[in-house]
């Protein structure tokens, strides 16, 4: 038999995914804490869930306890043909999979400073596949890639045009690896080769997608994966002189990038930073979820504010991407939050014209499978 390995590496984290050559999934999971305390690994082998305790000091010490895991239930690492990485951010340079070298890695390297939670732990993911089966192809497929399709008036930023010639600023968009499958899926449950949709892949990090005959057309994130949507830890869009202020109040550059990528967003206006707890703070039932604290009445209403500003930009999103698209075919929705909890769905449906929704179960390993 032979397999493919799909590794998603995170911040304090690694999702991974085994297929046979027919994409059947032999075994999958998610080490979680990597490199902090409490580190685990949540894992499915055949019918069979488990979850395994200890120390994982860093990304290579979590694959390397993976393929123990592998080889402790009979599956051989040597039967691994390539391994494939998603990798967030590939900038103008890399619109298709990759075959990853050195060169390459020094190229991807490039875009860390635009995605800083997230390209050096995609690298440290392929540097040690790399080490552990130096003769297994490794590929990267970049989330960037299927935003590729936007026009220029469109990624270009108003600013003088010498940025973008000479620094490269414009829109990326992002969660494209998502966007992809979930308009894939979505057109199979329309029975529509190209649908028009707009997807919404509402997670810790959100965005949305105006999807033009199966073609990403305009997306909420841009420059960087801070732009757009309020997000769990993230500001989304703000007005950008607030930085200027700011800084004229004492707050250094990196206070400022501190705040609006980890301190800000539904945490930073509710002081929560689970969404199930938001949503029991607003008044809303998680069935088989019982939150750690009891609500107050100032963190009820936090809680409750937080949700209506979340909902209020994703309407705002919908309706101008329904603008440009004319017709819609649907809205999609996909991972954690999109997935999961319906009350999100109907607050954000609510008041809407009579769209349909599509709800796709993200799978964005498998996505990058059926791609190298």
């Known amino acids: 038999m032979k397999y493919t390995l799909i590794i998603n590496a995170g911040s304090s984290s690694l999702k991974f ?69 998603r990798v967030v951010h590939g900038g103008e340079e890399f619109v298709k999979p990759v075959l990853i070298d050195n060169k390459t890695l020094l190229k991807i390297d490039k875009y860390s400073k635009l995605a800083p939670l997230h390209n050096p732990n995609n690298i440290a993911g392929i540097k040690a596949c790399q080490k552990l089966l130096p003769k297994v192809p490794n590929y990267a497929v970049f989330d960037t890639s299927f935003h ?18 000479k620094h490269q600023i414009r829109k990326y968009g992002f969660h494209g690896i998502s966007h992809q499958y979930a308009t894939a899926e979505a057109g199979k449950k329309l029975k529509k080769k190209s649908p028009n949709l707009i997807t919404c892949h509402l997670g810790s990090g959100c965005s949305i997608t105006a999807i033009q005959k199966g073609k990403s057309i305009d997306t909420s994130m841009g420059f960087t994966p801070l732009e757009g949507l309020m997000m769990m830890t993230r500001s989304g869009n703000i007005d950008p002189a607030i930085i200027f202020y700011l800084m004229g109040q004492g ?32 008044g809303y039932k998680i069935p088989g979820y019982n939150p750690d604290r009891t609500f ?77």
Do not use: C, W
């Open 17 to 85: 995914k085994l297929f046979e050559s027919d994409f059947n999934v032999v075994a999958e999971g998610i080490v979680e804490k990597v490199g902090l305390n409490g580190s685990f690994i949540d894992y499915k082998i055949g019918k069979n869930r488990n979850v395994q305790t200890g120390s994982v000091k860093n990304h290579k010490d979590a694959i390397k306890k993976v393929f123990i895991l592998f080889e402790q239930n009979k599956l051989d690492i040597n039967s691994i043909v390539k391994i494939g990485h």
């Open 148 to 165: 590729n399709t936007i026009s220029e008036e469109v990624f270009l930023y108003p600013l003088p045009l010498k940025f973008y010639k």
């Open 251 to 282: 707050y250094s550059a990196a206070n400022i990038e501190d705040v609006l990528i980890d301190h800000s967003g539904l945490k930073g206006v509710s002081g929560l930073s689970d969404m199930r707890d938001i949503m029991i703070g607003a």
């Open 296 to 372: 107050v009445i100032d963190d009820k209403k936090s809680a409750k504010l937080a949700l209506d500003m979340f909902v209020n930009r994703i309407k705002k999103y919908i309706g101008s991407y329904s603008a440009i698209l004319e017709k819609v075919d649907a809205i999609v929705f996909t991972g954690g939050i999109g997935e999961r909890n319906k009350d999100v769905r109907d607050l954000i449906m609510k008041g809407l014209p009579k769209y349909k929704v599509v709800v796709v179960e993200a799978d964005e390993e498998l996505m990058i499978a059926k791609k190298i």
